[in-house]
């Protein structure tokens, strides 16, 4: 056992030595993925390189228009969205505002080629003649300017990953430009009332792109940047929700139409008491509906069946108490309950007759001695109570 712990050990000692003797251990540096700030802010490069240079630089979610002499850099920005929008940010230029966008412009771009006299032209290209520029990432562009005295030699600048595709040209003469080896102008600049266009036939100033080539020198003479000046920022890659454009452009309206439907479902809920106080009810006791039904059978002619139910209740309670008694003739019958409960027998032999239609006023004396005597015989001591049963 303890030879083979020790082969072991030493086939482990000879692999450590291994791969000593035939590796090499070095530093690799690894770009950490943006984060924060960085990751949903295309120009978050941008905007701090323009602070270094004394410049405020602002991140707008909207479109406002900024003060006349300000500079708008635009990036995947919907040019006819909002004809509104559109018709703000013309006016804006015009009245001596510099707008700068890149090839990510989307939209009606005839309309804006109309306003801003340039034109992205499609170019087709040749394989045999145009592989070594195609492959070459970052070109240099040569500066012009219309000038009368413009500086010697030209300043030139290195553009990364500019569309091969295309080129910039107008029917006007460009205030600024930057053009090739090859005469295509990949960034022209156009007088547009008081303002200036420019418009840059790549995407030179997002994210680390920066970086790249002379970007930033080409960033600061796109834009015209000067110290104390504002540069608004402005994309539409990372836009509001509804909810957020909404709040933003209505919140006073959001405001008044929640308080009135707050209002609505205030005024329909459900409440802990009413309205006004109760009214008094307006049902009457028992011995009321008893004594208002007896009235109403009396008024209407009523009288025999309402005698001949006390009789029915009498005869009932009587054959509780007295044997016999469903077998006695009538005279018997009353004779026998007036024995039991002390009602007088005559009154009572009379009572339990059905009356006529010609003693129709003395139904309720004769009611009152037949109910007597029904309560009577329920007074027994010997048996328990069940209650009394008053006659229907």
């Known amino acids: 056992m303890k030879r083979t712990w020790a082969a072991a050990a030493a086939a482990v000692a000879l692999l450590v030595y291994w791969a000593a003797r035939n590796s090499e251990w070095v530093d690799v540096r690894i770009p950490i993925p943006p984060h924060g700030e960085a990751r949903t802010n295309p120009f978050y490069a941008a905007q701090h390189f323009a602070e270094q240079l004394h410049v405020r630089a602002v991140r707008d979610v909207l479109f406002t228009p900024p003060p006349p002499g300000a500079v708008v850099v635009m990036s995947v920005w919907n040019w006819d969205l909002s004809v509104a929008r559109r018709d703000a ?11 700068v966008v890149d090839q990510t412009l989307i939209g009606d771009l005839q309309e804006f080629e109309r306003w801003s006299h ?4 499609r170019r087709r290209i ?3 003649h145009d592989d070594a520029e195609v492959d070459e990432r970052c070109a240099p562009f040569t500066e012009e300017r219309q000038a009368s005295n413009p500086p010697s030699p030209a300043p030139s600048y290195r553009i990364c990953d ?5 080129s910039l040209v107008s029917g006007r003469t460009a205030e600024w430009a930057l053009r090739g080896r090859d005469s295509r102008v990949q ?3 156009m007088a547009v009332g008081r303002g200036s266009v420019t418009v840059i036939n790549a995407e030179p100033f997002r994210d680390s792109s920066l970086f790249d080539g002379d970007h930033a020198a ?3 003479a796109a834009a015209q940047l000067r110290a104390g000046e504002e540069v608004h920022f402005l994309s539409e890659e990372n836009h509001p929700s509804l909810l957020a454009l909404v709040w ?6 959001v405001v008044l139409g929640a308080a009135l439907i707050g209002l609505a479902l205030w005024r329909q809920g459900v409440r802990f008491g ?12 028992l011995a009321e509906q008893i004594l208002g039904s007896g009235r109403f059978v009396m008024r209407h002619g009523g009288g025999d069946a309402l005698h001949a139910a006390c009789v029915r209740a009498l005869d009932e309670a009587a054959q509780r108490r007295i044997n016999g008694y469903g077998r006695l003739p009538a005279a018997g019958r009353a004779a026998s309950v007036a024995r039991l409960t002390g009602v007088d027998e005559p009154a009572l032999a009379s009572a339990m007759e059905t009356p006529g239609s010609g003693r129709q006023d003395d139904v309720p004396r004769t009611i009152a001695v037949l109910e007597t005597a029904r309560r009577r015989l329920y007074i027994d001591r010997r048996r328990e109570s069940h209650g009394t049963r008053s006659c229907e």
Request: overall charge positive; glycine content about 8%; aromatic content about 4%.
């Open 187 to 189: 960034a022209m600049r």
């Open 89 to 99: 940010l013309e006016r804006w230029v015009e009245s001596g505002g510099r707008l």
């Open 118 to 121: 340039v034109v992205r032209e």
């Open 248 to 253: 933003i452009r209505g919140a006073p309206l």
């Open 218 to 220: 080409l960033f600061v």
């Open 274 to 285: 009413p309205l006004a106080r109760p009214e008094p009810s307006g049902r009457r006791s």
């Open 162 to 166: 500019a569309d091969p595709t295309s």
């Open 126 to 128: 040749d394989k045999r």
